[in-house]
C-alpha cells in the first residue's frame, strides 16, 4: 500500500520488546528502532495488510542488514514466520487505511477546535500540567557521585550504553545502592552473566528486589567451569579422604606390630591352660571365641590377647610406680 509516513510510538526505544531485541542482537535501543521503521516503511509501502507473501526471514535479515532480526521479532510477536511469507499482526490496526484515515482526522479536529478558541483551554491544561511536573519530586541527575561511580561500574563490565540503562532503573526507583549491589553480585560470579544480561538486571531492578534474584541462568561456560571446579573439589576430598584412611591403617599396623613384638613372645610363653583362661577373660562367647578354640591365638583373638595382655602390663607398672611413691 504506497503511502509517505507511519505511526511510530515516542516511547518505542523502552519498549521491552525493544529493549529485548537490542540485548539479544549486541547493539543499541536506538538501532532496533531505526530498523523497525524501515520494516513498517517497506510493509506500509508494498503489502496491503502488513501479510508479505513469498517473502523470507532470511531476506528481511539481509535488507534489514541484520542476522537473526527476523527469528527475535518473531519471538516476541512483533512478526510471524509463516511457510507462505511474513505477516506483521496487528498492522492495519496501526498504520492501515483506516487506521491513517482516523489519524488524519483527530489531527484535523484538534487544528479546528484551536482555530475556534479551544486554543485556550489548551493552554490552561498545558500551563496546569507544566506545575504538576514541577512539585512532582525529581529523581537526582545521573552525574551525582554515586550514579556515575555506578556507570563507571557498569562501563568496566562492558555493558553498552550505560547511562540508558541506569536511566531507566532511576524511572523505575532504583538507587545508586541497588544497582552497585546487581553489579557486586554478578561480579561474585566471574563468567556467569555477559554484559548483555547485566544491562538488563539493572533495567528491569526495583527497590526491594533482592540483587541475587531476576536474573537468567547462568551462561553455559560458567555452568562448565562450576561443574569442573565442583568435581575437582570432590577428587580433592576423595584423595583427603584416602590419605587419612591410609594413615590411620599405617598407624594401626605400626601399633599392632609393637604390641606383637613387645607381648607376642609373652602370649607364646604361655601353656594352653594360660591362654584358655586369659581367652575366656577377654574374649566372651562370640565369634572370636569360637575362632580361639578352633585356630588357637591368631587373628582377631590373638590382637585381643595381646591388648589384654598390655593393659595387665600397663597396671602393674602403675601399681610398681604408686608403691615406690610410697
Known amino acids: 500500500?504506497?503511502?509517505?509516513?507511519?505511526?511510530?510510538?515516542?516511547?518505542?526505544?523502552?519498549?521491552?520488546?525493544?529493549?529485548?531485541?537490542?540485548?539479544?542482537?549486541?547493539?543499541?535501543?536506538?538501532?532496533?528502532?531505526?530498523?523497525?521503521?524501515?520494516?513498517?516503511?517497506?510493509?506500509?509501502?508494498?503489502?496491503?495488510?502488513?501479510?508479505?507473501?513469498?517473502?523470507?526471514?532470511?531476506?528481511?535479515?539481509?535488507?534489514?542488514?541484520?542476522?537473526?532480526?527476523?527469528?527475535?521479532?518473531?519471538?516476541?510477536?512483533?512478526?510471524?514466520?509463516?511457510?507462505d511469507g511474513l505477516e506483521i499482526p496487528r498492522f492495519e490496526r496501526h498504520n492501515g487505511k483506516s487506521a491513517k484515515t482516523r489519524a488524519t482526522a483527530r489531527e484535523r479536529k484538534r487544528r479546528e477546535r484551536s482555530q475556534n478558541g479551544h486554543a485556550e483551554t489548551v493552554t490552561k491544561r498545558a500551563h496546569t500540567t507544566d506545575r504538576e511536573e514541577k512539585r512532582r519530586e525529581k529523581p537526582p541527575p545521573l552525574k551525582a557521585p554515586l550514579w556515575m561511580e555506578a556507570e563507571s561500574a557498569l562501563r568496566e563490565e562492558g555493558v553498552f550504553a550505560a547511562g540508558g540503562a541506569l536511566n531507566a532503573a532511576q524511572q523505575i526507583g532504583a538507587s545508586p545502592a541497588d544497582v552497585l549491589a546487581i553489579i557486586e553480585h554478578a561480579r561474585s560470579r566471574p563468567g556467569a552473566w555477559g554484559p548483555g544480561a547485566i544491562r538488563n538486571r539493572v533495567i528491569n531492578t526495583r527497590p526491594g528486589l533482592d540483587p541475587s534474584e531476576g536474573?537468567?541462568?547462568?551462561?553455559?561456560?560458567?555452568?562448565?567451569?562450576?561443574?569442573?571446579?565442583?568435581?575437582?573439589?570432590?577428587?580433592?576430598?576423595?584423595?583427603?579422604?584416602?590419605?587419612?584412611?591410609?594413615?590411620?591403617?599405617?598407624?594401626?599396623?605400626?601399633?599392632?606390630?609393637?604390641?606383637?613384638?613387645?607381648?607376642?613372645?609373652?602370649?607364646?610363653?604361655?601353656?594352653?591352660?594360660?591362654?584358655d583362661k586369659l581367652a575366656r577373660l577377654c574374649l566372651g562367647t562370640g565369634p572370636v571365641m569360637t575362632s580361639y578354640r578352633q585356630s588357637g591365638p591368631t587373628g582377631m583373638a590373638r590382637k585381643l590377647l595381646l591388648a589384654e595382655i598390655r593393659r595387665r602390663s600397663n597396671r602393674k607398672g602403675l601399681e610398681k610406680r604408686e608403691a615406690g611413691d610410697d
Open 1 to 83: 500500500m504506497a503511502g509517505d509516513w507511519i505511526k511510530v510510538k515516542t516511547d518505542l526505544a523502552t519498549d521491552p520488546a525493544v529493549i529485548r531485541l537490542a540485548d539479544e542482537l549486541d547493539v543499541e535501543e536506538d538501532v532496533v528502532v531505526g530498523k523497525l521503521c524501515r520494516l513498517w516503511s517497506w510493509a506500509n509501502t508494498h503489502t496491503e495488510n502488513g501479510h508479505a507473501p513469498g517473502v523470507t526471514s532470511e531476506w528481511l535479515d539481509r535488507y534489514l542488514d541484520c542476522h537473526g532480526f527476523s527469528r527475535i521479532l518473531a519471538a516476541v510477536g512483533w512478526l510471524e514466520i509463516n511457510d
Open 215 to 275: 536474573w537468567p541462568p547462568h551462561s553455559e561456560e560458567f555452568e562448565r567451569e562450576r561443574q569442573a571446579f565442583s568435581e575437582g573439589e570432590e577428587r580433592r576430598a576423595s584423595r583427603a579422604q584416602a590419605d587419612r584412611e591410609k594413615a590411620r591403617n599405617t598407624e594401626t599396623r605400626r601399633d599392632d606390630d609393637q604390641r606383637e613384638a613387645t607381648f607376642g613372645p609373652i602370649l607364646d610363653g604361655m601353656d594352653k591352660t594360660a591362654q
